[in-house]
């Protein structure tokens, strides 16, 4: 499972990575795309998403901000 986890976390961070993402993300643009996104999708289900956020977050590789009505995650 830790490999799993650990290649979700690096799609992750490619998301957060990509020039689409340097306003963040929410959540469900982790793996639901837009029609016009060019980065790939997280290739994870919503729970193994949210697994790899909780690691990547307390890595400190991954911020998130409550600020909004939803959280929005960078690349920290």
């Known amino acids: 499972m830790s490999e799993r986890i650990d290649a979700i976390k690096g799609q992750i961070l490619d998301a957060l990575g990509h020039p689409e993402a340097q306003d963040g993300l929410f959540f469900s643009n982790f793996a639901h ?15 193994e998403i949210l697994d790899a956020l909780e690691e ?9 901000d409550e600020e909004n009505p939803r959280a929005v995650f960078y690349k920290a």
């Open 33 to 47: 795309l837009h029609e016009e996104d060019e980065r790939d999708p997280v290739d994870a289900r919503d729970e």
């Open 56 to 64: 990547l977050i307390r890595e400190g590789k991954v911020r998130m």
